[in-house]
């Protein structure tokens, strides 16, 4: 489970050895779940921008000091880290792409940049990872790029800092 409250952060997604992989019945809803699950841990660092979309793609339970990520879907997010913990998302992409839909791993993909670029910036670990499922997707630079580029502008919040950007007129 991810939680934020109070200031702090708490992840409990990665590295719990003990933990056995299961069997589970790969769905695409379930691919998609595991998929930005990767993308939000691979770095290990968790931050406000990935937990918000977390919740607004799974909801949240929100009280005064904790938010829930998953709360909405709780028995299939907890599947999907359960999942994460327990493969390497080389396995989770020989299991998951053959039952995906062309539109399905291109919405999974798009969801993940999103998902790194969040706050802005997406992180070397976060790179790598994108480059690996747009790879094992079949999906080319070329085909790619427009969506990446409207992704990187709609994240770009620099723009309203004055950072490079000049007054009309």
């Not at 999103?114 to 997707?137: G, I, M, V, Y």
Request: hydrophobic content about 40%.
């Amino acid at each position: 489970m991810l939680t934020a409250g109070g200031g702090a952060r708490f992840m409990t997604v990665s590295g719990n050895e003990e933990l056995m992989p299961q069997p589970i019945d790969m769905t695409p809803w379930l691919a998609f779940a595991i998929s930005l699950i990767y993308c939000v841990t691979v770095d290990r660092d968790v931050d406000a921008h990935e937990v918000g979309r977390l919740v607004s793609t799974f909801g949240g339970k929100i009280s005064p000091d904790i938010i829930e990520v998953g709360a909405t879907h709780r028995d299939m997010f907890h599947r999907a880290v359960q999942y994460v913990r327990t493969h390497k998302s080389d396995d989770f992409l020989r299991e998951a792409t053959p039952i995906l839909t062309d539109r399905q791993r291109l919405t999974i993909l798009l969801n993940m940049v999103d998902t790194a670029l969040a706050d802005s910036r997406a992180e070397p670990e976060e790179r790598n990872l994108l480059e690996n499922f747009q790879k094992a997707f079949g999906i080319s630079d070329e085909r790619f790029r427009p969506y990446f580029e409207v992704i990187l502008l709609k994240n770009d919040r620099s723009i309203f800092t004055g950072a490079g950007v000049r007054p009309a007129g």
